[in-house]
């Protein structure tokens, strides 16, 4: 909203200083100190409140050390998250932009799953919370809208410059001509010739078919990246370092996308408008960083579903604007590997069962960072590897912008 302000107040009355609201880096490190200050100024707030009302974790005693300590801690912070997403957003971003609405809609409706599910588990004394089904309806639901906008929208674009169609203007400046297009292109990492088209998946070139497999693919990855930030956030600060670590690295890849000197430069497929995200992507690295003030090793307060369920949802979705989903299992890789800690424990636990009549396990507990847990290696010890692990996941997801 103030971006539309000081661009009035620019054009109309050519105020002092009104034009640097034009540049997003200057919008991008509004957004990063206003998200802060949210949730710094405000999650203290939000605390005491959570605490008046004794909305409490209810903990399950695993046999964790430590763990019986946290029952009573205050969950449902991730309202703070989103609010110092969402504030922030409002504010520095153009809100006409297809991209920033769509992330916008995916933060509040999968925060307001999980919202609900902590509800449940708080307030109706259910310590299952909101059922399973209805948790993946949610984000089929949102994988639908997005997968369904990206695909069919006229504003989700790319563009395509013609190399050979270089011409002098009457200025005198080198125009290069032009091609926006519908596309279902993304990218391959550590590939020369890095595009991937979905539509070769349709044989019958049927353009409803492929937008059923690319609607799918969207389902698929919102789905699973969310469940993955959701399980990731089961020790103090994991979910909201690892998710700061993540934000900061797609905002890196928007500003590329967006810029078509720097997406030129590096080869990379220029996305009309997407440079506009960087706010977002600011706002949200913000979120997650002000949060850890409360939420680091001993927390004040637990984010819950209500912010773990969000995080994911927006990281897939960034992914998928951005044309870099594929490279989810490099940057995202805690949350995939928390995820498949998960999965394998399970299946191994029912084969291991069928095959023998008593289950056996891979870990000790999983997901992965209750294994280390289980080997007594201090919990704040444990976050901070993760973290290294996430930053040295993110550089070579971004060293892929030249290693092809």
């Not at 919202?115 to 949102?142: H, M, P, R, S």
């Not at 819950?304 to 490099?330: C, M, N, W």
Request: with cysteine.
């Amino acid at each position: 909203m103030l971006y539309y302000l000081f661009d009035y107040l620019d054009r109309e009355f050519d105020l002092i200083g009104a034009g640097v609201f034009q540049y997003i880096s200057f919008r991008a490190g509004m957004a990063t100190l206003i998200s802060l200050l949210i949730t710094i100024a405000f999650g203290k707030s939000l605390i005491r409140l959570l605490q008046k009302r004794q909305v409490g974790e209810s903990i399950r005693d695993l046999g964790l050390a430590g763990q019986m300590e946290k029952k009573g801690t205050p969950t449902m912070g991730g309202l703070i998250i989103i609010a110092a997403i969402v504030v922030p957003t409002l504010l520095f971003a153009r809100l006409e932009n297809i991209y920033v609405i769509l992330l916008l809609v995916t933060t509040v409706v999968l925060g307001g799953i999980g919202f609900l599910d902590d509800y449940i588990k708080v307030f109706k004394k259910n310590k299952e919370g909101l059922a399973g089904k209805f948790k993946v309806v949610g984000q089929v639901t949102v994988g639908l809208i997005v997968g369904a906008t990206l695909y069919f929208s006229d504003d989700v674009v790319v563009r395509e410059f013609d190399d050979l169609d270089t011409q002098l203007n009457q200025t005198e400046e080198v125009t290069r001509s032009f091609t926006d297009k519908k596309s279902t292109t993304t990218t391959i990492p550590f590939v020369k010739d890095n595009e991937l088209d979905y539509s070769k998946f349709n044989p019958t070139e049927n353009d409803l078919i492929t937008a059923a497999i690319y609607i799918l693919i969207v389902i698929f990855f919102v789905t699973a990246i969310s469940n993955g930030a959701n399980i990731t956030d089961g020790i103090d600060g994991l979910a909201a370092g690892t998710s700061a670590i993540i934000g900061l690295t797609l905002a890196i890849f928007a500003y590329i996308s967006g810029n078509a000197i720097f997406s030129d430069y590096l080869n990379v497929m220029f996305i009309p408008n997407s440079g506009e995200l960087v706010i977002f992507c600011t706002a949200f690295v913000g979120a997650c960083v002000g949060f850890l003030w409360y939420n680091s090793y001993p927390a004040q307060v637990f984010m819950g579903d209500t912010g773990s369920l969000s995080l994911g949802g927006v990281i897939a979705v960034l992914a998928l604007v951005l044309r870099k989903e594929l490279l989810i299992p490099i940057f995202c890789g805690i949350f995939v590997i928390e995820n498949l800690s998960v999965i394998m424990q399970v299946s191994y636990f029912k084969y291991t069962k069928k095959k023998y009549g008593e289950g056996r396990r891979i870990f000790k507990m999983s997901p992965l960072h209750h294994h280390y847990q289980k080997m007594e290696i201090p919990e704040a010890k444990i976050v901070t590897r993760f973290w290294i692990i996430g930053i040295l996941l993110a550089i070579i997801a971004l060293a892929t912008l030249k290693l092809r």
